[in-house]
Nanobody
Framework: QVQLVESGGGLVQAGGSLRLSCAASGATHSINTMGWYRQAPGKAREFVARISSGGTTDYADSMNGRFTFSRDSAKNTVYLQMPSLKPEDTAVYYC?????????????WGQGTQVTVSS
């Protein structure tokens, strides 16, 4: 099992910044990828960024390079630095991890952290 705990969300004015953190615990040695998704009100959950166990980072094209994803392997923690926030970034941000499980992969989700950007 893998447990994910997010922190760092909140209310910020447009143009402000936030840094989200996600700490993993449990079977962290078997994590394949770890990253962030977000879900805005009335919309489907969408991919934001992720990092593989080998250190390769992927970002959603829609992020347009605005956010920076990083990892502290020693702490089993990933971060999402979000500068210049816009009202359309308002969403619940979820930490995600997957690990090899049998012939496939098993997904794990954090509880989510609310990011609200006011105009």
């Amino acid at each position: 099992q893998v447990q994910l705990v997010e922190s760092g969300g909140g209310l910020v004015q447009a143009g402000g910044s936030l840094r989200l953190s996600c700490a993993a615990s449990g079977a962290t040695h078997s994590i394949n990828t770890m990253g962030w998704y977000r879900q805005a009100p009335g919309k489907a959950r969408e991919f934001v960024a992720r990092i593989s166990s080998g250190g390769t980072t992927d970002y959603a094209d829609s992020m347009n390079g605005r956010f920076t994803f990083s990892r502290d392997s020693a702490k089993n923690t990933v971060y999402l630095q979000m500068p210049s926030l816009k009202p359309e970034d308002t969403a619940v941000y979820y930490c995600h991890a997957d690990r090899k499980y049998g012939m496939g992969f098993r997904d794990y989700w954090g509880q989510g952290t609310q990011v609200t950007v006011s105009s």
